[in-house]
């Protein structure tokens, strides 16, 4: 992968597998202490202990298509490769959460692409599922949460209607210009 949205939208659509009702994405980037940090949690069916210590084994995958799981190791080795961290925590029947963190400056580190179509692309193709998505920086936050605007949209107004998608797809972008200015 070339860039850190699609090793969201990979990590993303995991938990969509998973069964989750709801999954929170975390995007915090800290220019100061040349740090961003990505985050995506879900309240899916979890995974047991063994399952989750060796997830970054490209050979170790719940699929039954295909033998290789990329997705994870290539998330952990994006963030250890780029000076960062990589961790995930899972409990059966609670859900998973993995985080990714990046030293902003390092030279190996992947550009985060294009995070703004990633988010827009789960929300309004899994009508199925909620999302919470946070973005920080420096003191400023957007938040994202398909809870509260299906409550404003009411049952009939799905959240992939044409004006509904154009509406997202400019706050998503407003929302990330404003906060990292195009830092990432």
Do not use: W
Not at 15 to 31: M, P
Not at 46 to 59: H, L, Q, R, Y
Not at 69 to 89: D, N, W
Not at 93 to 102: D, H, P, Q
């Amino acid at each position: 992968m070339r860039e850190l949205a699609l090793n969201i939208l990979d990590i993303a659509e995991n938990s969509l597998r998973a069964g989750a009702s709801l999954v929170q994405i975390r995007l915090c980037a800290d220019f100061l202490k040349d740090e961003m940090t990505i985050a995506v949690e879900d309240n899916g069916c979890g995974m047991s202990k063994e399952m989750a210590a060796s997830v970054t084994d490209p050979f170790t995958t719940t699929r039954t298509t295909r033998k290789v799981g990329m997705g994870v190791p290539l998330f952990k080795y994006s963030a250890e490769s780029a000076g960062g961290t990589f961790r995930i925590r899972s409990e059966e029947g609670k859900g998973t959460c993995v985080t990714a963190t990046y030293r902003i400056g390092h030279v190996d580190r992947m550009p985060l692409g294009d995070f703004g179509g990633v988010v827009l692309q789960l929300v309004t193709m899994n009508p199925q599922t909620d999302f919470l998505v946070t973005v920080q920086s420096g003191g400023q936050t957007g938040v994202l949460d398909t809870r509260e605007i299906r409550e404003i949209l009411g049952e009939d107004i799905p959240l992939g209607a044409p004006e509904v998608r154009a509406f997202l797809k400019e706050y998503i972008s407003e929302n990330l210009v404003s906060i990292y200015g195009g830092r990432l």
